[in-house]
């Protein structure tokens, strides 16, 4: 089944160190999401690709950074995790402009 | 800036009853709406969208009216099931060319047995 896969879906990390979630879609859609969302709170764009065009949403923070290598993958960076980084982190896909398909998250802890 | 957001942050309807959850949003641009569920633990799931030359559309138990005059978007969930207790998101966009969505607040919906 075409789908959208999220790897690990469940991370720990200590405070300050890199760690990178990724994500995979079998949809070949163009374009790709993160998001994050806290408990209890909707998800918040963080950036997206329109193919290989990068769009930063203006308040995400210059820790989070985001890599898309091919189609198919797309990875989230977090270059110095803090303890309010903690969060469920969502991938998304879409074809240009039909509605988004979510994976299943990668819950992050930092400790 | 502009926001989309719901009502009512928990909803509780006896199961076979229909349910209403409401959102309003502010940004008098949208053309796309979307409602998503959210089950624990799991990503949102796309339940039903709808643009704004329309104004309601009808999916397999549910259905989606939007009034654009006063900025209100509401889902309506026939005869609900336990399994229906989510988390629902209504989301819009203004983006034209490709769905850049913002989402609302969330409404809780729990189905009592």
């Known amino acids: 089944d075409a789908m959208v896969i999220q790897n690990p879906r469940y991370q720990v990390t200590q405070f300050g160190k890199p760690v990178t979630l990724s994500c995979s879609q079998t949809l070949n859609h163009n374009v790709m999401y993160w998001y994050q969302q806290k408990s209890s709170q909707a998800p918040k764009l963080l950036f997206h690709y329109y193919d290989k065009d990068f769009n930063n949403e203006a308040d995400t923070p210059d820790n989070f950074q985001s890599r898309r290598p091919n189609t198919s993958f797309c990875f989230l960076d977090i270059r110095s995790p803090g303890l309010g980084d903690a969060a469920m982190y969502l991938c998304a896909t879409s074809r240009a402009g039909r509605e988004q398909y979510f994976g299943p998250g990668t819950r992050l802890t930092v400790t | 800036g502009e926001s989309v957001g719901l009502h009512l942050p928990t909803l509780s309807v006896q199961e076979g009853d229909n349910s209403i959850i409401n959102c309003a949003y502010s940004?008098?641009?949208?053309?796309?709406f979307i409602w998503y569920k959210q089950e624990s633990g799991k990503g949102p799931q796309f339940i039903i969208d709808i643009r704004s030359n329309m104004d309601k559309r009808q999916g397999q138990r549910v259905t989606v009216l939007l009034n654009k005059t006063v900025k209100h978007l509401s889902l309506q969930i026939a005869a609900t099931q336990p399994g229906d207790s989510a988390v629902y998101f209504c989301?819009?966009?203004?983006?034209?060319?490709?769905?850049?969505?913002?989402f609302g607040t969330g409404t809780k919906l729990q189905v009592i047995p």
């Open positions: 989301a819009e966009s203004s983006s034209g060319g490709y769905q850049k969505v913002t």
């Open positions: 940004n008098s641009a949208s053309d796309y």
